[in-house]
């Protein structure tokens, strides 16, 4: 992480947050690239060091390359079981409304949630998302998942803790 964003504090959980943080399943969609200081790399890593099965999606460059020993797809509805599927979209805006208008094209089909990591969403995102009433399913707004992950997780224990 940045020193900036180290800096940063974390904003508060939200029930959004803890809605992502308790899908069966990952992906990332990016450039998703080797080089291990991009943020979409790192965001699969973090995925990978707390043991939770995640996929790497790579829409605009086919590829035989695996990353981190896993294959890339490349296409965002091939994702396996995306209803129960929580997607990290690491991409720019110009391209990130297309691919959630596509995740989201069938209502039974679409993901169990949406994480935008800073940079990977604008107003034109935002401004559909309340369109569709998606509220609930998408986070984005400087939220972080490398910043604010662990905090979520911690509150969705302590949430377990007192049932």
Known sequence: MSSLQEEEEMGPVTPAMKRFLSAERYAVIGKVLSDRSRWDNKVLRWYQTHKYPVTPVRPDNPSSEAIEGLDILTNPLAIPSLP????????????????????????????????????????????????????????????????????????????????
């Open 84 to 163: 129960s599927t929580s997607v990290s979209i690491i991409i720019h805006p110009s391209k990130s409304l297309g691919i959630l208008q596509n995740l989201f094209s069938n209502p039974s089909q679409a993901p169990y949630s949406v994480w935008f990591q800073p940079g990977a969403d604008d107003e034109s995102i935002w401004k559909w998302v309340k369109e569709k009433g998606l509220e609930d399913k998408v986070i984005g707004h400087g939220a972080c998942l490398l910043r604010d992950g662990n905090g979520v997780l911690a509150a969705i224990q302590e949430d377990k803790s007192k049932l």
